[in-house]
């Protein structure tokens, strides 16, 4: 089993900045961590891709965070992070990591339990 834990959200100014981080944990020393990224949902909203990032480095983002937001790697670590700047009002959602694992004959996604990002003055 693999765990993700997020961290790093809470309660921001417009135009402040937050990083989140998310490290994987749990049974993932004989395994492939492939992609990991993040998620983010709002009220009444459908959950939405905010960033991704593979094992080697290359990453996607939604259009409308390219040029705010920041993900970024550490294979050694385990963990993805967020960097998100120049935060919106809607930006405020719950957001969470994902992980995608290799198991050699399939593939798993795991997810984190969330965290809450609120920009608000």
């Known amino acids: 089993q693999v765990q993700l834990v997020e961290s790093g959200g809470g309660l921001v100014q417009p135009g402040g900045s937050l990083r989140l981080s998310c490290p994987a944990s749990?049974?993932?020393?004989?395994?492939?961590?492939?992609?990991m990224g993040w998620y983010r949902q709002a009220p009444g909203k459908q959950r939405e891709l905010v960033a991704g990032i593979k094992s080697d480095g290359s990453t996607n983002y939604a259009d409308s965070m390219k040029d705010r937001f920041t993900i970024t790697r550490d294979n050694a670590k385990n963990t993805v992070y967020l960097q998100m700047n120049s935060l919106k009002p809607e930006d405020t959602a719950v957001y969470y990591c994902?992980?995608?694992?290799?198991?050699?004959?399939?593939?798993?996604?795991?997810w984190g339990q969330g965290t809450q990002v609120t920009v608000s003055s």
């Open positions: 994902y992980a995608d694992i290799d198991y050699g004959t399939y593939v798993k996604a795991y």
């Open positions: 749990g049974s993932i020393f004989s395994i492939k961590i492939m992609s």
